[in-house]
């Protein structure tokens, strides 16, 4: 017997009546349906149906042909959907309902915008500022195909057919038009993908016709986007774990290699800034100058096959709230709250997850954490929540992935431990079951993490407010509690040792970059040299290939990063100001111990 029969419509219609061509409304949810189930030539009898309830079924697509064209209320909400473009049949659907549909994306959201276009409510919120954003990358994306279309058929030998011509330019629109946030790209490409089509079909002439009939009724209403410049007091936080960070505005800084001015001194060096953010404010007051951002990661490429590459796309967290961030357009993607919260901390990973129907995806995931000790494991580009880990009674300082297990989470808390999790893969209600593997146990606490390079699943490093340390974090040893292998030493001063390390990170798979706050130095040393004169010491001096000069503030916890592709070194400080250090001279030629690299390229920020 199938599924759905006339009987099982009659009953679950309304009004109550005994012919289909009279049903209105109809709940067809908590069925276990699948896709194949729903039948055209059964469902397209409901001449009259206003509102359809598929709810909790088993859907990974709509059958393109349901015929019901007076559909005005349509929920779909916890199915198994991958696609809306058959969302077009229903040009008359005023409201729809996609949540728990986790293989649904913010692209998703436009192209239903896109095709819809009486479409007001999407899982029950307005949808004019969508409107509004579709109609903006539609513009600009109907520009660009028509620039390369005209650039194209200049080149075009007259003699070539014209089917090649058009599928070389199609392939060619596809390839090389792109604009718009990385978690937008497959709307872009679908789009770019149609005005190319339309082009082809027109000879050229009707791109501009083509990019004025999409305009919809609501983005006349749309919200506009707005950016504000960030000022910060130099007031002490209230908040009681981490010391503040003091932000102010900084004159222009001077570089080595920029050019030389009139007087024969170096000339200043002036950036234009892209954006200027405020997301991170309380209850998004412009007045609030308070909320400090505490972290940043960029999400990884889309790409496979790019290990470590990362997109435009950057995830931020301070205060209530974690903010997704397109870098080209300053468009604020997501915003996650959660009230009482102080977000310190977030990390990316990509998951591989398979559908119950076997089918295979590619989830971004990120990772947020901070005061309550709670690890937040956010689907950004489905917009949820998937799970929450009791990591720790205490705050959170720092989250960090392995680089080799894309479910292998460490987090670092004030309660001085570092636990290794398997946040292992949702499950058929997505959700995540965490396991504890390791808790490695720290003299004081641990500020940031970094998987030793050439070793990422056998030793983890970490700076601590006492220094830096180094785990054996091997799984296949007995031991599930493990105390500090060794505790590195940068001087052997007795005032300078032992200091907080609160930037830590690899410049490439030997050379390690350092600091602590108080000292005015980065210290660059080698890990191999190092590691390979340990013995049986549990205090091991670094072996220091060079010395950074950096500002010698007082105030901790300023970020140090590293770009290994291009052999950088950054740091901000408390003036405002980017350090930057091209090292790539020091890793070719290894300079004397000691060597001090004098103030580097500052970026006034």
Known sequence: MAPLTPQLLLQRGRPKTDRLGKIQSLNL????????????????????????????????????????????????TNNQLGDVTTLHQFPELEELSLEGNPFLTVSDNLK?????????????????????????LDRELTNRVTALWQKFIATVNPEEEANKVQADFMRSAVRDVRYGPESLFEFTQWRVRMIAEELVASGGAQAHEANASVEHPQAAVGSKLRARKVTKRPDDDEISLPPTKRVRASPPAQTEDSPMDAAGGQAALHLEPLHFLQCHSRNNSPKDLETQLWACAFEPAREEGHSGATSQTVATCGGEAVCVIDCQTGLVLHKYKVPGEEFFSVAWTALTVATQAGHKKRWNMLAAAGLRGMVRLLHVRAGFCCSVIRAHKKAIATLCFSPTHETHLFTASYDKRIILWDIGVP????????????????????????????????????????????????????????????????????????????????????????????????YLWSWSQTWASRGSQSVLPVVILAQLQWSPTSLAYFSLSTCPDKNLVLCGDEEGSVWIYDVEHLLKQPPPLETTLQPPTQLPS
């Open 427 to 522: 499950n058929h209600d997505y959700k995540f079951q965490a396991s504890q593997l390791l808790t490695l146990n720290c003299s004081s606490v641990p500020l940031r993490l970094c998987p030793v390079a050439t070793c990422p699943d056998s030793f983890l490093l970490a700076g601590c407010e006492g220094g830096c340390g180094c785990w054996d974090v091997r799984l296949d040893q007995p031991q599930k509690q493990r105390v500090c292998e060794v505790n590195f030493v940068f001087s052997g001063d007795s005032e300078v040792s032992g200091q907080r390390v609160d930037g830590l990170a690899f410049v490439n798979e030997d050379v390690v970059a350092s600091k602590g706050s108080g000292q005015g130095t980065i």
């Open 112 to 136: 239903v915008s896109f095709l819809l276009p009486k479409l007001r409510k999407v899982n029950g919120k307005d949808t004019a500022s969508t409107c509004s954003q579709v109609e903006s």
């Open 29 to 76: 949810s908590g069925l276990e349906l699948l896709s194949e189930h729903l039948d055209p030539n059964l469902l397209g009898r409901l001449k009259k149906l206003k509102e359809l309830d598929l709810s909790n079924n088993l859907l990974e697509t709509l059958p393109a042909n349901l015929g019901l064209s007076h559909l005005r209320i349509l929920r779909c």
